[in-house]
């Protein structure tokens, strides 16, 4: 549709719009409308209601990107924690040798569980395998500030942690 001096007419259901971009931005957006084989008003009007399809359905957030760089962030520091917890852990499982548990604390006599393992923390067979994810524990703890250690006195809550 043309008018009288050769330029184009809007039908009657259409309005002319005004954007004023970045020159580098305005030529993005031609380049990709041209791959797209479309018009830069075609490209421009599909990336509108693109971008408001993607708000109505909760993908994109109204008030803007900070909201969503925040919980981003808040998810991030909590997955250090985990990850963080998760490498203080031993990575070994408490065992021991068998023969030692045959040696040193089976006898020739029924003995209860209870017994055996009085036994076993007597005799300190598991102080080696314990002493070191227990240690990493309350140093991790120390870290977060949820114990402290006192020399000669040990470890305790620090105070916001104390419940009794």
Known sequence: MTNSDGYAKLSEDRCA?????????????KDEAEEQELSLSRYLQNL????????????????GSQKRIQELEQQIGQLQK??????????????FD??????EVL??????LEEILRRIVETGILDDVIRVPVENQLYFLAAQN?????????WKLTGNEVSQ
């Open 107 to 112: 006898t020739g006599q029924y003995q209860s």
């Open 48 to 63: 509108i209601h693109e971008a408001r399809s993607y708000r109505q359905h909760g993908l994109v957030h109204q008030d």
């Open 17 to 29: 719009v005004k954007i004023y971009p970045e020159e580098s931005v305005a030529e993005q957006w």
């Open 146 to 154: 949820e114990v402290e250690y006192e020399r000669g006195w040990g």
């Open 98 to 103: 068998p023969e030692t548990l045959k040696q």
């Open 82 to 95: 985990r990850l963080e917890e998760k490498e203080s852990e031993s990575s070994e499982a408490v065992s």
